[in-house]
C-alpha cells in the first residue's frame, strides 16, 4: 500500500511538470542588458538572445492606438499566458527594447532587430507586440536605427509583419481586430531629413493590408471596418501621403505614387458596398481627393473609382453618392484640373447608375462632370493646352459628350 501510494505522488508529480512543460532561455552578451521570460501555461517556448549593451527587455510601452485607446501595452519581455505559444526576440546592437505578451493558444511572434553597422551610440528601436487569441502570428524586421514597430492583434489567425530597412525616424503601426486578416508594411531609405509613417487599422475580419514605403518623409494610413476589405498602397519618391478609409464589405483600394510629394485620398462609408477605388499617380505634386458618401436609407453599393495621373500638377476631386456609379478620371501631362475643392468638383454623381468619365492629355485642361438624378452618361476628352469643359445633368437618361482636340 505504502509502495503504491508512492508511485502515485510520482505520478502526479510528473503529471504536473508535464502540464508546465514551458521552455525559456535567456542568452546576453555585453553590457547593462535586461530579459524576462513570464511564462503560464505549457508547452510555451520564449526566447531572448542579445548582443550588445544596454538593450532592455523588460519595459513596458505607453501608447495611443489608431481607434483611440491609450495605455500600456501588456508586451514585457516575453510574457505569455496559453498553450504552444513562441516568442523571440533577437538584438544585435545597443540600446534596443522589445516586448512580446501572447495571451490564448498556438500565437507566434518574433521581434529582429539587427543594426549592421553597430553605433556605439545607440540605435534606439522600439517593438512591441499584444497578441491576445489564438493562431496569431507577427514578424517585426528591424535592420538600421531609431525603428519604431508597434502591434496590436486581438482576435484569431490574424497575420502581422514589419520590415525595416536603413530607416532612422520612422514608425509602423498595425493593429487588427478580428479573424483572418493580415497586414504587410515595408520600409526603407527613410533618414533623419523625413520620417517615415505606416498606420494600419483593421476591424472586422478576413482584411488584407499592404504599405510599401521607399524614400523618406512619406506618410501612408489604412483604415477598414468590414469584412474581405483590401487595401494596397505603394510610394516610391519622396514626401508623398497616401490614406485610405474603407467601412462595409468587399472594398478594394488600390493607391500606388511614384513620384514626390504627391497627395492621395480615399474614403468611403458606413453604408457603403462592394465598392473599387483605385489612384495611380506616377510624377510629382499631383493631387487626388475621393470620397464615397451614403446613407442609411439607400447606402452606397457598387461604386467604381478610377483615376490615373501621368505628369506633373495634376489635380482631381471627386465625389459619389447613390448606387452603382462608375467615374474614370485620366490625365496625362501637366497641370490638368479635374475640380480641385468640395463645390468645384471634377465628378459630382447624386443619383443612381450614372456613367461620368473625363480624359485629359495635355497641358493646363478643365473638366467638371456634375449628375443629379439616374442614368445618366457623361464624357469629357481634353487634348491639348487650356481647355475648359463642363457637363451639367440634373434628370435621367441624359448623355453629353465634349471633346476638344488640339
Excluded at 505559444?85 to 522589445?98: E, F, M, P, V, Y
Amino acid at each position: 500500500m505504502k509502495k503504491l501510494l508512492i508511485t502515485f505522488v510520482m505520478l502526479l508529480v510528473s503529471t504536473l511538470l508535464v502540464a508546465q512543460s514551458n521552455t525559456a532561455t535567456v542568452t546576453q552578451t555585453g553590457d547593462e542588458n535586461t530579459g524576462l521570460v513570464d511564462q503560464k501555461g505549457s508547452s510555451n517556448t520564449g526566447t531572448i538572445t542579445t548582443t550588445g549593451d544596454k538593450n532592455k527587455n523588460d519595459d513596458t510601452k505607453w501608447i495611443s492606438w489608431p481607434n483611440g485607446v491609450t495605455g500600456y501595452m501588456l508586451a514585457k519581455g516575453v510574457t505569455q499566458d496559453g498553450t504552444g505559444n513562441t516568442g523571440s526576440i533577437l538584438q544585435n546592437r545597443h540600446r534596443s527594447d522589445a516586448g512580446i505578451a501572447q495571451i490564448g493558444n498556438t500565437n507566434n511572434a518574433e521581434i529582429i532587430q539587427d543594426d549592421p553597422s553597430n553605433h556605439s551610440w545607440g540605435a534606439e528601436n522600439h517593438a512591441f507586440v499584444d497578441q491576445v487569441g489564438d493562431l496569431n502570428e507577427s514578424v517585426q524586421n528591424q535592420q538600421g536605427r531609431a525603428n519604431s514597430s508597434y502591434f496590436r492583434q486581438v482576435g484569431s489567425s490574424n497575420s502581422a509583419e514589419s520590415q525595416q530597412f536603413d530607416v532612422y525616424t520612422s514608425y509602423t503601426i498595425t493593429e487588427q481586430i478580428g479573424n483572418n486578416n493580415t497586414s504587410y508594411q515595408f520600409q526603407e531609405f527613410g533618414d533623419w531629413t523625413g520620417s517615415n509613417h505606416a498606420v494600419v487599422n483593421q476591424k472586422g475580419n478576413d482584411n488584407d493590408a499592404k504599405q510599401e514605403q521607399h524614400g523618406k518623409g512619406n506618410n501612408v494610413s489604412i483604415r477598414q471596418q468590414g469584412h474581405r476589405n483590401i487595401a494596397d498602397q505603394y510610394m516610391l519618391g519622396d514626401d508623398n501621403d497616401l490614406q485610405a478609409v474603407v467601412a462595409g464589405s468587399d472594398n478594394n483600394v488600390d493607391q500606388d505614387a511614384v513620384g514626390d510629394n504627391n497627395f492621395s485620398y480615399l474614403s468611403s462609408s458606413a453604408n457603403t458596398h462592394s465598392n473599387v477605388m483605385k489612384s495611380n499617380q506616377v510624377g510629382d505634386n499631383n493631387y487626388v481627393n475621393s470620397r464615397i458618401y451614403g446613407n442609411n436609407a439607400s447606402g452606397s453599393y457598387s461604386n467604381d473609382l478610377d483615376i490615373f495621373q501621368d505628369g506633373d500638377g495634376n489635380k482631381s476631386s471627386n465625389y459619389v453618392k447613390g448606387n452603382d456609379n462608375e467615374l474614370d478620371v485620366i490625365q496625362k501631362g501637366d497641370g490638368n484640373i479635374a475640380g480641385t475643392n468640395n463645390n468645384n468638383r471634377g465628378i459630382s454623381q447624386i443619383g443612381d447608375l450614372n456613367d461620368a468619365d473625363i480624359y485629359q492629355d495635355g497641358i493646363s485642361n478643365i473638366a467638371k462632370i456634375s449628375q443629379t438624378g439616374n442614368s445618366n452618361v457623361g464624357s469629357i476628352t481634353s487634348n491639348g493646352t487650356g481647355h475648359n469643359g463642363t457637363i451639367t445633368q440634373t434628370g435621367g437618361m441624359n448623355n453629353a459628350v465634349i471633346t476638344q482636340n488640339p
